[in-house]
């Protein structure tokens, strides 16, 4: 990789404090090009606004503009779409993606930037002790994050716990093995941990900036990725072009050899656990106030990507995921199949999926052509459906509720972490640990009853809402991995977990040609992206490409 210089551009304190009354000004940028770390870091604003500066790579083309996002979700066997966005990464094809290696890029980007910070930050003497350290811990959280990023995506990778400098000049650096690049992972989640405020705390930062909640979560979710890597037994998935039910014979994952699994679920249980008791989070009642603007920010997100329509600050999610787009209609969707995988009163599909709606052409579209009953005719409108690819087209609200839907950029939050994910990584974990426990069961169902309506006085959920009881650890295992991809549809997680349980290459191929022409099919190479050309050029001490690539 090029040297990542020590200088970099940092942004105006306040980057992604997002609060009612200073959004804009808050998410102006300010440039601070070719200040050396020996004349910038002098007081708190400095360090405030140099913490900033990791924050922002988020924000751009390397990441949550579009790569980093289009290279996670759009690579599962839940999406569609047309074929002219799914047809590069979509069809497991990453390189003809214009931006295929952004993602290595960007993280990269992180690691540099906080490497500067707690190099620096830590150095500062007329600024308070307390933010001194929320700045470290929220650095070390961001670095780790992107080594967690990279570890999923990659595999093993080069480890930078320096800036670029005259006393450390090395650009040949070998990879890691994955094992190592997870005790880093680990290791900065730790110090995160201990240095962040929980959320509330008067210290604890603004809206959009990661807490000791934040950190713990993101503890457990690397815990049980390792977990699940490690882990053998069956797994069983809807899908193929019937989609009926098939059991996949998991094997160890590629790197995760030697890892105790049991040892490394307990250990995401126990910190999952300690988020849940911490009391800080709650899952919001209402499954569509959850993706509304007033919903952004609420106690269930516990990190959402922030955006402010009218500045830099954007992305391009409105432009592609909701059902009415500048493109006329929306690009992606849930596939079909996944549709029918929730119950009929399950409100992610009741209120999370649009029904009803006027493409931009002026054209009125129901879905699905199955339900006709229901949706063809609403408020006294008539809506049409052909029942081809044109009109079957599930679209997700999540990405929906911005100011002006008819632009591309917009500000469309993204989340980062949900409550929900806790919950359902507690449940995994017990399973694993204990087998299917009530506490296993508790945390599932608390997150399947929110999506279901209640019954008698007092209330109670409807039968529906309850997971089938008595399942052994086997059926619950996939229980809970339908259950995820249920809750977190369209959320860039589904690929993560087919990945990090060793069934990706059997669920997609078994598909093999999906809805609207979409091709499945994976070959081994697709287990890990191709590292770019620009770092194989430059770093001499990496000899080859991924497998495939």
Not at 156 to 172: C, D, M, Y
Not at 355 to 367: A, D, K, P, R, V
């Amino acid at each position: 990789m090029k040297a990542i210089s020590t200088y970099f551009t940092a942004f105006a304190t306040g980057l992604i404090l997002l609060s009612a009354s200073s959004c804009k000004k808050a998410l102006e940028e300010t440039p601070y090009s070719f200040y050396s770390p020996e004349n910038f870091y002098k007081n708190e604003s400095d360090a405030k606004t140099a913490i900033n500066g990791v924050y922002a790579e988020l924000y751009t083309y390397d990441l949550y503009l579009q790569p980093f996002w289009n290279m996670t979700i759009l690579d599962d066997d839940h999406v569609s779409g047309a074929d002219w966005f799914l047809g590069t990464t979509g069809a497991g094809n990453p390189q003809a993606y214009f931006g295929w290696e952004k993602p290595w890029v960007g993280c990269y980007a992180i690691i540099a930037r906080a490497n500067t910070v707690l190099e620096n930050v830590v150095n500062i003497n007329n600024m308070d002790g307390d933010i001194k350290n929320r700045i470290l811990g929220e650095a070390y959280f961001l670095r780790g994050w992107a080594y967690f990023q990279l570890v999923q995506l990659y595999g093993g990778v080069p480890i930078r716990l320096k800036s670029l400098s005259a006393t450390e000049p090395q650009t040949n650096i070998p990879r890691a093995t994955v094992k190592e690049t997870y005790d880093v992972v680990i290791s900065d989640f730790k110090n995160a941990e201990t240095k962040l405020f929980p959320v509330g705390h008067a210290k604890a930062g603004e809206v959009g900036r990661v807490n000791q909640g934040v950190a713990k979560a993101f503890l457990a979710k690397t815990y049980l990725t390792m977990a699940s890597g490690a882990a053998t037994g069956n797994v069983t998935v809807r899908g193929g072009t019937d989609n009926g039910y098939y059991t996949y014979v998991k094997t160890v994952v590629a790197g995760h050899e030697g890892i105790d699994s049991k040892a490394f679920y307990t250990l995401a249980r126990d910190k999952a656990a300690e988020v849940i008791t911490d009391n800080q989070y709650a899952l919001t009642p209402s499954w569509k106030d959850l993706w509304s603007i007033a919903g952004r920010n609420n106690k269930e997100q516990m990190w959402e990507l922030q955006s402010l329509a009218g500045t830099a600050f954007v992305n391009n999610l409105s432009a592609y995921f909701p059902a009415r787009s500048t493109f006329g209609q929306g690009a992606v969707w849930t596939t079909n199949n996944h549709y029918n995988d929730y119950e009929l009163l399950d409100k992610r599909v009741l209120d999370g999926i649009t029904h009803n709606y006027t493409t931009l052409q002026g054209t009125n579209i129901f879905y699905p052509f199955a339900q006709a009953s229901l949706y063809k005719v609403v408020g006294g409108i008539t809506y049409n459906n052909t029942n081809t690819t044109t009109a079957e087209r599930a679209y997700t609200i999540k990405f929906s509720s911005v100011a002006d839907p008819s632009v591309a950029n917009s500000d469309a939050f993204f989340p980062l972490l949900r409550y929900s994910e806790v919950l359902l990584m507690y449940a995994e974990a017990e399973n694993e640990v204990n087998g299917a426990t009530t506490l296993a069961y508790n945390a599932l169902n608390t997150v399947r009853f929110r999506s279901y309506p209640t019954t008698g006085t007092p209330a109670v959920p409807v039968p529906a809402a309850y997971a089938p009881a008595n399942m052994n650890p086997e059926q619950f295992r996939s229980y809970v991995l339908a259950e995820r991809a249920r809750e977190f549809n369209l959320e860039g997680i589904r690929r993560f977990d087919l990945m990090r349980w060793g069934i990706y290459l059997q669920v997609m191929n078994k598909i093999s040609t999906g809805q609207n022409n979409i091709t499945k099919v994976r070959a081994n190479r697709n287990l890990l992206l191709p590292l770019p050309l620009s770092e194989l050029n430059a770093n001499k001490a990496i000899p080859g490409n991924n497998p495939g690539w």
